[in-house]
């Protein structure tokens, strides 16, 4: 009888968020068509070297967006990143002074700020187009999400589109590749019905230059640690409006090996709980509701299942488990265009994230962009040996 009333707070839970994001999925215009990709659009990009796929990702954009200025901001000590823009220069005929293809080898940022927003106020003075797209180094922009966002900003500051992630096959890549997977139209699109965005997904989104510069630009976020918050509260601080799309970028990421995924998911678990700690108490139940108590249910089913195993048990969780994946089926398909389920992983990856979360509360130190930080609160974190 507990596992079957588990299972239908688990399944309700996963039902009401999974329709909401289905209907705000649906109810995403068509992307106009763009007779250039890109026109109007300048591209930034905060480069790390040390990923194999970063040149492949790189010159997919380029191809992508034929008619994109591109920027590429490079730390100056990192060789191997330079090595890999001027190759992709000189292989596109964008290595003259100006061009479409930007190189900026940038000075590194001081301690207490923000590697990425160090790069990016760096680099708006040689921005030429009017829609600044900020893109992470290992995300894909495909046209027609371009063209979505491009749509979003006729009545919007700023829009994001929603993360999904390519794995490699093995096994530190797949349980990655499910986290975000499973969860991104979960965690962004349900919430709309209610309420605007209270943050943006910072690997891909776009806004105005001009209302960019209005606001004071990327400097005075400089000591935010969580350059996604930051930017939202920026844009919502000054007036604008966030709209997030539901159309998806897609993210190429080499996970090395399980003590990388888990520094990435570390990361991300402690930036989330900065961004809970900035949110209303009300909105603070809701999201532990929606997105906490899922997980610690289906762990829950899979112990009684376990510790106590009966015909009743066990097919309460196999029927979990089977609805969980068709619902998840028909949302990705809906968003991605194909349904990006993993029968052994996704369930595995779900049931980590209350250890994730756990790893997070007690462990305040990551490593970022190769540096290793303390971190204290959203504007209070140095840089250890």
Known sequence: MISLLLALLYLGLFAGKALLALRAARREPPAPLQSEAGAGVAVVQAILSGDPRLGAVLEANLLELPAAQFLWLVDADDEVAQTVCRDLQARHGGSEPGGRLGLLVLPPPADGHNPKLHKLALARPAVREPVLLVLDDDTRMPAATL??????????????????????GRPPSRLLAQFVN????????????????????????????DFLDAAGGFAPLLGHLTDDLAVAEHVLAAGGRIEQSARPHWVETTVRDFGHYLRMMHRWFLFALLLLRKQPLPLRAVIAVLHALPPLLLAALLAIAALAPAPLTAGVLLAVLALRALGLAALQRSIYGRPLHS????????????????HALC??????????YRVRGERHFTVVP
């Not at 965005?197 to 910072?202: C, E, Q, S």
Request: some cysteine.
């Open 147 to 168: 063209a979505a966002l491009l749509q979003k900003l006729g009545a919007a500051d700023l829009a994001t589109s929603l993360p999904g992630y390519l794995d490699d």
């Open 182 to 209: 499973n969860n991104a139209a979960l965690t962004y699109l349900p919430l709309l019905a209610f309420r605007p965005p209270v943050t943006i997904n910072g690997m891909a989104y776009a806004l105005h230059c």
């Open 343 to 358: 029968p052994l992983t996704s369930p595995a990856s779900e049931l980590l994230q209350p250890l994730h979360l756990l």
């Open 363 to 372: 462990w305040r130190r990551i490593v970022w962009r190769k540096r290793r």
